[in-house]
């Protein structure tokens, strides 16, 4: 199994603003997926993010607009960008832990409110 | 995209059985069907998944039809607690890069 520990949980940010979340893993992981939910809809993948190495970014999301880092194999940052009200999601980190299974572990996510 | 198709809503008595139905037509041979769970403001929990035999664990049980385009979740005895939205997605199990694409999901509700 995996412990993830997100911060911030929540957050009320201004127009234009940039917020940078952290996503904090127990264990070493290979991979990091990051995820958004909208309000009221379902997780969409934002992008994988992968140790000394770009991370590699769904249709639709830009590394401009959601920079990421992979320091090392235990921790990741999402940024959002430059953020208007429809950024207002919460935003899910998770890893594999176990390859023999694929059972993909969650963090509690952050929810970020834009104003 | 996602490769599964799930009502969008059911109820279930409290104490009764819940089965989930999830169509997965397209899926692969070397692809799993997978079950999540989100319970309201939580991130999602892993289930249970399997390939093409039935499965059980402590939570739930999967039932895999003979040609595997389609599978049902089973909560045999379906608490309050149980009322979330489940997501059924199907995927390549091994290896730790594998990615998971959630489609919409069934919202469960449990009721007294």
């Known amino acids: 199994s995996a412990v993830i520990s997100q911060k911030p949980s929540r957050d009320i940010c201004q127009r234009g603003t940039s917020l940078t979340i952290q996503c904090q893993v127990d264990?070493?992981?290979?991979?990091m997926f990051w995820y958004r939910q909208q309000p009221g809809q379902s997780l969409t993948l934002i992008a994988t993010?992968?140790?000394?190495?770009?991370?590699?970014?769904e249709s639709g999301f830009v590394i401009d607009k959601f920079p990421i880092s992979r320091p090392n194999l235990t921790f990741s940052t999402l940024t959002v960008s430059n953020m208007s009200p429809e950024d207002s999601s919460i935003y899910l980190c998770?890893?594999?832990?176990?390859?023999?299974?694929?059972?993909?572990?969650f963090g509690e996510g952050s929810r970020l409110t834009v104003l | 995209d996602a490769k599964t198709t799930q009502p969008p809503s059911m109820d279930c008595a409290e104490g009764r059985a819940a089965n989930l139905p999830c169509n997965h037509s397209?899926?692969?041979?070397?692809?799993?069907v997978y079950w999540y769970r989100q319970i309201h403001s939580q991130g999602p929990q892993y289930i249970i998944h399997?390939?093409?035999n039935n499965e059980t664990n402590e939570m739930a049980s999967l039932i895999i039809t003979e040609d595997r385009k389609s599978s049902t979740l089973i909560l045999p005895h379906a608490t309050l607690r149980d009322t979330a939205v489940y997501y059924c997605?199907?995927?390549?199990?091994?290896?730790?890069?594998?990615?998971?694409?959630f489609g919409a999901g069934t919202i469960l509700r449990v009721k007294s």
């Open positions: 998770s890893v594999v832990a176990g390859a023999n299974t694929g059972e993909l572990f």
């Open positions: 264990s070493q992981v290979t991979m």
């Open positions: 993010a992968n140790q000394g190495s770009e991370a590699t970014y």
């Open positions: 397209t899926i692969s041979g070397n692809e799993y």
């Open positions: 399997g390939l093409k």
């Open positions: 997605i199907v995927r390549v199990a091994m290896g730790y890069g594998n990615k998971l694409v």
